[in-house]
T-cell receptor, first 114, second 112 residues
Framework: DTEVTQTPKHLVMGMTNKKSLKCEQHMGHRAMYWYKQKAKKPPELMFVYSYEKLSINESVPSRFSPECPNSSLLNLHLHALQPEDSALYLC?????????????FGNGTRLTVT | GQQVMQIPQYQHVQEGEDFTTYCNSSTTLSNIQWYKQRPGGHPVFLIQLVKSGEVKKQKRLTFQFGEAKKNSSLHITATQTTDVGTYFCAGILNSGYSTLTFGKGTMLLVSP
C-alpha cells in the first residue's frame, strides 16, 4: 500500500487530446514531485513543488504543465503529447525539499500516447 | 553532468546465493538512499546513509557508505525469490535544494 495516491492507473490518449494526471498525499509533506520513468530506466525528475510553489523544472517541454492547487494535491496537465512521451509517470512526496528526505512514491500512471 | 554510476546492470542468481550492487559517484555525496522497485511496481524507499563509513542492516540486507562518501553498496545475504526487483541508489550531490540523482539500477532475478 502507498500513502501517495495517483489516478488514473492507466491512460491511453491520442496526440491531440488533453488529459490530466492527479496525485494526492495526506502525510503533511511539503515537497511534491513528478518523475517520468521509461522501461528499464531510473526515474527521471520533471518538476519539484516546494511549499506549493514550483521550485524546479528540469527543462520539461511545455506540453507538460504541472499544477499544485494545495499542499496535498499535485496535477500534471498533458496536451499535444508525442508517442515518445509514453512512460510511467510517478508522483512522489517528501517531508521537505531539502536535506535529502526520503521520497514516497505513488503507484504511478502508465501512459500510452497513440 | 554529474552522475551516480551503478553496477552491475543485471544479475541472475540462484535462491540462497548472495548478491551485491555497487554505486559510485565522482563527487562527494551528502547522503545516499536506496530504493527497491518490484516488477510492475513503484520505487520503495529502503534506507538512507549519511555518515562516512556508515553501515546499516535490515535483516538480510547490509548497506554501506564509503569513507570518502563517494561510493555505497547493498549486499543481500541468501537471496529469496521475494528479493526480485530493481535496486536503485540515489544520491544528493550537493546540499540544500539539490534533488536526488538516481543510479541506473541493478535488476535482480532470483531463480528458485
Amino acid at each position: 500500500d502507498t500513502e501517495v495516491t495517483q489516478t488514473p492507473k492507466h491512460l491511453v490518449m491520442g496526440m491531440t487530446n488533453k488529459k490530466s494526471l492527479k496525485c494526492e498525499q495526506h502525510m503533511g509533506h511539503r515537497a511534491m514531485y513528478w518523475y517520468k520513468q521509461k522501461a528499464k530506466k531510473p526515474p527521471e525528475l520533471m518538476f519539484v513543488y516546494s511549499y506549493e510553489k514550483l521550485s524546479i523544472n528540469e527543462s520539461v517541454p511545455s506540453r507538460f504543465s504541472p499544477e499544485c492547487p494545495n499542499s496535498s494535491l499535485l496535477n500534471l496537465h498533458l496536451h499535444a503529447l508525442q508517442p515518445e512521451d509514453s512512460a510511467l509517470y510517478l508522483c512522489a512526496s517528501s517531508q521537505a525539499p531539502t536535506g535529502g528526505r526520503p521520497l514516497h512514491f505513488g503507484n504511478g500512471t502508465r501512459l500510452t500516447v497513440t | 553532468g554529474q552522475q551516480v554510476m551503478q553496477i552491475p546492470q543485471y544479475q541472475h542468481v540462484q535462491e540462497g546465493e548472495d548478491f551485491t550492487t555497487y554505486c559510485n559517484s565522482s563527487t562527494t555525496l551528502s547522503n545516499i538512499q536506496w530504493y527497491k522497485q518490484r516488477p510492475g511496481g513503484h520505487p520503495v524507499f529502503l534506507i538512507q546513509l549519511v555518515k562516512s563509513g556508515e553501515v546499516k542492516k535490515q535483516k538480510r540486507l547490509t548497506f554501506q557508505f564509503g569513507e570518502a562518501k563517494k561510493n555505497s553498496s547493498l549486499h543481500i545475504t541468501a537471496t529469496q525469490t521475494t528479493d526480485v526487483g530493481t535496486y536503485f541508489c540515489a544520491g544528493i550531490l550537493n546540499s540544500g535544494y539539490s534533488t536526488l540523482t538516481f543510479g541506473k539500477g541493478t535488476m535482480l532475478l532470483v531463480s528458485p
